[in-house]
């Protein structure tokens, strides 16, 4: 079993900047693939970005590339979401999710393991 603990979020102002972090604690092996998802009222889930066990690939959703990077702390078990020049329409539930699998996917199915989600809003 793997338990994931989101902080970090909370209310900004357009243009501003946002750091998200992610604990993973359980099984080490259990979150080899790292990612993050947003979900809006009356929206389905989106994916934002995702990170290989090394860190050493990275993937981005359209809307966030260029403003978005993920990065993940080995020894802590821990991955972070730098978020920069925040649109009003980033405002979403953002959910930390994790799986055993070494091949990073961008699908919310390929994820085993989900945080409970933190509150991004971003004001205009």
């Known amino acids: 079993q793997v338990q994931l603990v989101e902080s970090g979020g909370g209310l900004v102002q357009a243009g501003g900047s946002l750091r998200l972090s992610c604990a993973a604690s359980g099984r080490t092996f259990g979150s080899r693939a790292m990612g993050w998802f947003r979900q809006a009222p009356g929206k389905e889930r989106e994916f934002v970005a995702a990170?290989?066990?090394?860190?050493?690939?990275?993937y981005y959703g359209d809307s966030v590339k260029g403003r978005f990077t993920i990065s993940r702390d080995g020894a802590k078990n821990t991955v972070y979401l730098q978020m920069n020049s925040l649109k009003p329409e980033d405002t979403a539930v953002y959910y930390c999710?994790?799986?055993?699998?070494?091949?990073?996917?961008?699908?919310?199915?390929?994820?085993?393991?989900w945080g409970q989600g933190t509150q991004v809003t971003v004001s205009s």
């Open positions: 999710a994790a799986d055993p699998a070494i091949v990073v996917v961008t699908s919310a199915t390929g994820y085993k393991y």
């Open positions: 990170i290989n066990w090394s860190g050493g690939s990275t």
